[in-house]
């Protein structure tokens, strides 16, 4: 807006004048933004009633139409502090016995207390040789039949040893406040636990400097299937071994000759790169010479940051061109050095994979490679020394002789019910038994009495939540239809909501939100459809019935209160303080035949469903699907204003325009006459 300064030299209230000129053309501008607001609010009453009515229709109504969501079992239990049931639709409704014998329990090994070698406490980066366990130290760990050996090296930490672990199948960690290791099965049940063997001398030592040498049931056994193999069965273990590890290598190989390929190929676009940004110069020429090169870039460095220099800032431009220029070549050589490093660590891996590898020279892509010699002496020996330390621990726990450090084991075991005399067992807790799903929760000697029957109660607060969403929705419509009309009510303009206080524009503007859908058609329609609904009733086994056969019925015209008249109470409802004394005879039918109630209710919700859905269709340039109200044209309306405003606005900005223009002229001409009277004064005074 321009900053305009009038009335200098008539002395008049040109801003207040041009603003009564102009009030017509601003009260028309007002006009619009007003109907406009009045449209958005209509639009966000809308919205908010939409989403409760579509709530009923998708959710509550889609489930209630199907019989299948009142068919709901329950169980009871005679004890629910040693199990819990859940039924599912299909369980049967029976009495059955059940016994908790035994709970499923998850491994668990709270490590000794570990220190270091000099007895400094241990942290997660602590290497094990600290701990004085040697390099080459093997463990065994065992884990839902899958075995995992762990070989310790010179670099191996604490946490590395976690990982390990880890990768091994089982929870672990280390508690550095405590300095004790914490492992677990990875689920309950005894098929789930584990074991962790030495496959050597020094992996004993290695178990119990990490606290963890246990020589619990399911360790001792996992020992005596070593220590009891025969030669074949030797054998076998150190042929499947070998084959496992050869594959290991093979597909290793594969890997980094993939990666070879790939770093040749990368090394070589760097060299031709190189050589096409700087021709004549070879990359193995600008290797050898990349001292000199690092002299002259700090000489370069040097000259530029020498603030006495008396180089012009031409010339310093020049050397920082040439400075960059260096840099970059320094860059792509130092590129090309790591590339070609990566290469030679590559083909060091690769050569130290190939060395337990017998790879045929004449074809090596195609032909058959077999473990060398290296590879089968280096497993056959391991196995030997994983069977000797079994035999020995095996004879020692025979001997009574066997000493560990001080490991608390937890075994996990499974656990165990009897249902109607049959022995159930498994990994957990929780069982599932012809329709029910059983969590065992204590261990007891008594019996428990299972009672599996329908949910009768469920069927009535199904019903009941049914009506409570209902009548909710049709009272508010009822209500938003019924308003008061507030037709000298118009929203307030920002000059009119100056002149109030904040409370006071929230109290007014209510009043007009809330009879925003006075006498509204799209309200009318819907509210009257379900209102119809309802009262029609359903067809059961070929028995027309209604909502008054089970006992639901409004209060009456007289007994209910303002906008309340169309909702349904449930006679004898406990939490309704209209009916509470009558007679529930809904609970009563639904005892007496729960099948003829279901009936009745998911055809009524099938009826109002349908109905909604009709209601909801899309039509084109009116309304969107899922709508209950012409979304569509109402959003065009409110669009529709902002070009109406904008014409209404330009139209007084013109206007005003125009009076400032007249009353400038009128200033500039009193300014002219001042100014002459002031030259004729001048004249005469000097006479």
């Known amino acids: 807006?321009?900053?305009?300064?009038?009335?200098?030299?008539?002395?008049?209230?040109?801003?207040?004048?041009?603003?009564?000129?102009?009030?017509?053309?601003?009260?028309?501008?007002?006009?619009?933004?007003?109907?406009?607001?009045?449209?958005?609010?209509?639009?966000?009453?809308?919205?908010?009633?939409?989403?409760?009515?579509?709530?009923?229709?998708?959710?509550?109504?889609?489930?209630?139409?199907?019989?299948?969501?009142?068919?709901?079992?329950?169980?009871?239990?005679?004890?629910?502090?040693?199990?819990?049931?859940?039924?599912?639709?299909?369980?049967?409704?029976?009495?059955?016995?059940?016994?908790?014998?035994?709970?499923?329990?998850?491994?668990?090994?709270?490590?000794?207390?570990?220190?270091k070698a000099d007895g400094g406490d241990v942290t997660k980066d602590t290497k094990l040789a600290d701990l004085g366990i040697a390099a080459g130290s093997k463990i065994t760990v065992s884990v839902g039949g899958k075995t995992t050996d762990i070989q310790i090296t010179e670099d191996t930490t604490m946490w590395g040893f976690v990982n390990q672990l880890k990768d091994a199948g089982v929870e672990a960690n280390f508690d550095e406040k405590n300095q004790r290791l914490h492992i677990a099965a990875p689920k309950s049940g005894a098929k789930n636990d584990f074991a962790i063997t030495a496959s050597n001398t020094d992996g004993t030592n290695a178990l119990n400097k990490l606290g963890i040498l246990s020589y619990d049931a399911n360790t001792i056994e996992a020992y005596k299937k070593y220590a009891e193999m025969d030669a074949t069965q030797r054998r076998e273990a150190i042929d499947k071994d070998v084959e496992s590890r050869l594959q290991s290598y093979i597909s290793q190989r594969e890997n980094l000759l993939k990666t070879k390929e790939t770093q040749e190929k990368a090394l070589a676009e760097a060299k031709e790169a190189f050589e096409k940004e700087y021709p004549g110069e070879t990359i193995e020429g600008a290797l050898a010479n990349k001292a000199d090169l690092k002299q002259n870039i700090d000489k370069l460095k040097e000259e530029l940051k020498d603030e006495s220099s008396a180089l012009t800032e031409e010339q310093k431009k020049a050397k920082q061109e040439e400075l960059t220029k260096l840099e970059g070549k320094m860059s792509a050589l130092e590129n090309y050095e790591n590339q070609q490093k990566a290469l030679d660590a590559t083909n060091q891996s690769i050569s130290d994979v190939e060395s337990y590898l017998n790879i045929n020279d004449t074809d090596p892509d195609n032909g058959v490679i077999t473990a060398s010699a290296k590879l089968t002496g280096e497993v056959t020996t391991a196995w030997d020394n994983k069977i000797n330390e079994a035999k020995d621990i095996v004879e020692k726990y025979n001997s009574n002789t066997l000493t560990g450090s001080d490991v608390k084991r937890t075994v996990g075991q499974d656990a165990k019910i009897v249902l109607n005399g049959v022995t159930y067992t498994g990994d957990?807790?929780?069982?599932?038994?012809?329709?029910?799903?059983?969590?065992?929760?204590?261990?007891?000697?008594?019996?428990?009495?299972?009672?599996?029957?329908?949910?009768?109660?469920?069927?009535?607060?199904?019903?009941?939540?049914?009506?409570?969403?209902?009548?909710?929705?049709?009272?508010?419509?009822?209500?938003?239809?019924?308003?008061?009309?507030?037709?000298?009510?118009?929203?307030?303009?920002?000059?009119?909501?100056?002149?109030?206080?904040?409370?006071?524009?929230?109290?007014?503007?209510?009043?007009?939100?809330?009879?925003?859908?006075?006498?509204?058609?799209?309200?009318?329609?819907?509210?009257?459809?379900?209102?119809?609904?309802?009262?029609?009733?359903?067809?059961?086994?070929?028995?027309?019935?209604?909502?008054?056969?089970?006992?639901?019925?409004?209060?009456?015209?007289?007994?209910?209160?303002?906008?309340?008249?169309?909702?349904?109470?449930?006679?004898?409802?406990?939490?309704?303080?209209?009916?509470?004394?009558?007679?529930?005879?809904?609970?009563?039918?639904?005892?007496?035949?729960?099948?003829?109630?279901?009936?009745?209710?998911?055809?009524?919700?099938?009826?109002?469903?349908?109905?909604?859905?009709?209601?909801?269709?899309?039509?084109?340039?009116?309304?969107?699907?899922?709508?209950?109200?012409?979304?569509?044209?109402?959003?065009?309306?409110?669009?529709?204003?902002?070009?109406?405003?904008?014409?209404?606005?330009?139209?007084?900005?013109a206007l005003e325009d125009k009076w400032y223009k007249k009353f400038s002229a009128m200033e500039t001409a009193l300014a002219r006459m001042q100014s002459n009277q002031s030259a004729i004064s001048s004249l005469l005074g000097g006479m």
């Not at 002395?11 to 619009?32: N, R």
């Not at 607001?37 to 889609?62: C, F, H, P, R, V």
């Not at 067809?539 to 006992?551: C, I, R």
């Not at 809904?586 to 009524?604: E, M, N």
């Open 1 to 115: 807006m321009p900053i305009r300064i009038t009335g200098m030299n008539s002395g008049l209230d040109t801003e207040s004048i041009i603003s009564e000129l102009v009030k017509a053309q601003k009260t028309k501008v007002d006009a619009v933004k007003k109907k406009q607001t009045i449209a958005g609010w209509k639009q966000d009453a809308w919205k908010e009633l939409n989403s409760k009515i579509y709530k009923l229709y998708q959710n509550t109504l889609g489930n209630m139409r199907f019989s299948t969501d009142y068919s709901k079992k329950i169980t009871d239990v005679s004890n629910s502090s040693i199990v819990s049931v859940i039924s599912s639709d299909d369980a049967m409704n029976a009495t059955q016995t059940l016994k908790v014998e035994e709970l499923a329990t998850t491994g668990y090994m709270t490590g000794a207390e570990i220190s």
């Open 428 to 653: 957990s807790n929780t069982f599932e038994v012809n329709g029910l799903t059983i969590t065992a929760l204590q261990k007891s000697s008594e019996e428990v009495t299972l009672t599996t029957r329908r949910d009768t109660e469920g069927v009535y607060n199904k019903i009941k939540s049914f009506l409570k969403e209902y009548n909710a929705i049709i009272n508010e419509m009822d209500k938003l239809y019924n308003a008061e009309s507030t037709k000298e009510y118009e929203p307030l303009t920002d000059e009119e909501k100056k002149e109030l206080s904040d409370s006071e524009v929230e109290k007014w503007e209510d009043k007009i939100k809330d009879s925003i859908l006075r006498r509204d058609s799209n309200l009318s329609t819907i509210s009257n459809a379900m209102k119809n609904i309802m009262l029609q009733g359903a067809m059961v086994n070929g028995k027309q019935m209604y909502l008054s056969d089970f006992g639901i019925e409004t209060l009456g015209y007289f007994s209910a209160a303002e906008n309340e008249r169309n909702a349904y109470h449930i006679n004898g409802d406990e939490d309704d303080l209209a009916v509470s004394s009558k007679t529930n005879d809904l609970k009563a039918a639904i005892a007496a035949d729960p099948d003829a109630v279901i009936g009745f209710f998911s055809q009524l919700s099938q009826n109002l469903y349908n109905e909604l859905d009709k209601q909801s269709r899309s039509v084109e340039g009116v309304r969107s699907f899922g709508s209950f109200y012409d979304d569509k044209k109402m959003k065009e309306d409110y669009d529709s204003y902002k070009d109406k405003i904008k014409k209404q606005e330009a139209r007084l900005t």
